[in-house]
């Protein structure tokens, strides 16, 4: 998935939840279930996501909608990814390949 963001060294929730196409209150609920999602809250409540949260939201996004895995597996993927660093290195590069890819067949 290619994720349309500016930038940045903070995101809002809502620039997050339409960059992925997802309601804002999944991202609170996988903020709940994954630790790699840890966005800074302001005193008034107000989430200031990073680009690591952003690049962790994003192998969730991966690992839950397109691999189709539920919360536990995607926790157990995660785990597993981070024992093994080579493969999600990897898989970041292989991302961004495919977004390279994506981009130069929509601008044919």
């Given amino acids: 998935m290619h994720i349309e963001l500016p930038e940045k060294r903070y995101y809002s929730i809502g620039e997050v939840a339409k960059a992925f196409g997802v309601n804002t209150s999944l991202l609170r609920f996988w903020e709940k279930e994954f ?12 989430r200031k996501y990073t ?31 981070t024992k093994e660093d080579p493969k999600t290195a990897l898989f970041e590069k292989l991302q961004k390949i495919k977004d390279s890819l994506e981009r130069f067949r929509d601008q044919l």
């Fill in 35 to 46: 630790d790699q999602i840890k966005p800074q809250k302001k005193a008034s409540g107000t």
């Fill in 51 to 81: 680009p690591e949260d952003v690049k962790s939201i994003q192998l969730i996004y991966h690992l839950v909608k397109e691999k189709g895995l539920t919360i536990e597996g995607a926790k157990k993927q995660l785990k597993m990814q």
